[in-house]
């Protein structure tokens, strides 16, 4: 028995008007992770033809969760079939050609699939494990798309391969949304003030209470000379306000310089300095 599916979450673009075509495939094992790729970028339309082995517990097991797009999968004999009803078909291929065929990189194929699945089916095919597609079966193909990979090591497993194009198709879709500049699954979040950060920037008062804080500190434990300052300070501001603190942070800093102060304070009082021992200088190797 295999795992129960989650519902498909995607346009119908996706789940009806692209089809995924997968020819003689060897391992069964490919098939079940061909349909996780696809579920995972919103797909849902896979057409297999002549598989060596399916269905079967292994493209079950592979699926992991996306069993219900092995359960809708078209099997038929022929690519021609396959084929039949589709307005555009793109075939992948990693070999040049004697007879040049129109060739595009995935993120331009992914618009012009867009395009014409307002029209019709769209076929992106998928050769065999050990060998793709035919010339024949290329010359079936409107265009050809080519996943640009280390040319020393281009060999793409298929269902990696698969992966590439549904992503560049989430990922098309996504940014042709309405509302596609409100969404959060485009935004990056690399500071405070980005949307999805817990904690408020810190003010700059704030910042600056902490700077002087740093710089008390610095002078309390003997490493920061006020008459001799160098460029210590003028780093150390470069460097934390590089950082974009948050409001939580500058507090955890000043609370840590206070526990400082204070361990350095009691230390002064109860614990005599050990022979030979000195406290680091700022002029000990720092600027």
Not at 171 to 180: A, Q, T, V
Not at 181 to 203: F, N, Q, T, Y
Not at 250 to 258: Q, V
Request: aromatic share 6%; net charge negative.
């Amino acid at each position: 028995m295999h795992k129960p599916s989650p519902p498909l979450e995607g346009p119908d673009m996706f789940q009806d008007q692209i089809r995924i075509v997968l020819v003689e495939t060897s391992h069964s094992g490919n098939i079940g992770a061909v349909a996780r790729a696809m579920k995972n970028m919103g797909l849902g339309n896979l057409w297999l033809v002549n598989p060596n082995s399916f269905p079967d517990e292994a493209s079950y097991a592979r699926a992991a969760g996306a069993s219900d797009i092995l359960d809708r999968a078209q099997v038929v004999g022929t690519l021609g079939e396959a084929l039949g009803d589709c307005v555009l078909v793109m075939g992948t291929s990693a070999r040049d050609r004697k007879i040049p065929w129109p060739v595009m990189p995935p993120s331009e194929a992914v618009a012009v699939a867009s395009d014409h699945s307002r029209e019709g089916a769209v076929a992106l095919v998928f050769g065999r494990e050990n060998h793709g597609l035919s010339n024949d079966e290329l010359h079936r193909c409107h265009y050809h798309i080519h996943i640009p990979s280390n040319p020393d090591y281009s060999s793409l497993n298929l269902a990696m391969a698969v992966q590439v194009m549904c992503y560049e198709l989430r990922m098309f879709y996504l940014r042709n949304l309405e509302d596609s500049d409100g969404r959060p699954d485009l935004r990056s979040m690399k500071a405070p003030g980005d949307a999805g950060w817990d904690v408020p920037p810190a003010k700059v008062a704030d910042v600056e209470g902490f700077f002087g804080h740093l710089e008390q500190t610095l002078h309390d434990v003997s490493f920061h000379r006020r008459d001799n300052p160098r460029q210590l300070m003028s780093r150390l501001r470069r460097l934390f306000q590089r950082a974009q603190l948050d409001q939580m942070e500058i507090n955890i800093l000043r609370g840590i310089l206070s526990a400082v102060q204070k361990a350095a304070g009691a230390q002064e009082s109860t614990k005599p300095t050990e022979a030979g021992a000195e406290p680091a200088r700022q002029e000990d190797g720092h600027v």
